[in-house]
């Protein structure tokens, strides 16, 4: 008997925050941010837009890391803000000031699949932290952590790019498209 394929419902996409505010006043999480989030975000245009065998592909959502406010969903209404994440300890800063791993950790739980492209100290953390479960993961991160991705059954992708490039883009849209 052939075994019957499993349509991916939900994906979650992870970066973190910008330098670069696109807005002065209110916006959502997903219009704030430019500069190294944009490829990110085209990423999850493509993924929100896809269909296959007449019905959509996948339900897609994204969601910032941001330096003021611990992890926001993409569509949560956010403000400017001046001091944006840079380096590792500003990453630990957050982590005990917001607790986004915990976020993290959480949220996840209610996803099939989720596409992780933050920095290298910013991954390192959440690896140590186990904030994601064994399997679900696909991780666009330095060369040092693709062993560590292997052992917990994630799929490694060497970061290109600002923080995703397109031949990893076309990837992740190609491995949800056959998982889908």
């Not at 006043?25 to 990110?40: N, S, V, Y």
């Not at 840079?86 to 982590?95: F, P, T």
Request: hydrophobic fraction near 35%; charge should be positive.
């Amino acid at each position: 008997m052939k075994e019957k394929k499993t349509h991916l419902k939900s994906i979650l996409v992870i970066t973190n925050d910008s330098s670069v505010f696109l807005k002065s006043g209110l916006a959502t999480a997903f219009e704030m941010f430019g500069g190294r989030t944009e490829e990110i975000k085209k990423l999850v245009a493509r993924l929100d837009t896809a269909s296959k065998d007449g019905r959509k592909m996948c339900d897609v959502s994204y969601g910032v890391i941001s330096s003021r406010f611990g992890f926001v969903p993409g569509n949560y209404i956010i403000t400017k803000y001046d001091d944006v994440m840079a380096k590792k300890a500003d990453y630990e800063r957050v982590q005990r000031e917001k607790d986004y791993l915990g976020q993290l950790n959480k949220i996840s739980l209610y996803f099939d699949r989720i596409v992780v492209c933050v920095p290298n100290d910013m991954f390192a953390m959440m690896l140590k932290d186990e904030t994601f479960r064994h399997g679900k993961v696909i991780a666009v991160t330095g060369l040092a952590y693709e062993e560590e991705c292997k052992k917990r059954d994630w799929i490694f992708l060497e970061r290109k790019g600002a923080r995703l490039g397109k031949e990893n883009s076309d990837k992740i849209f190609n491995m949800i498209e056959e998982e889908s």
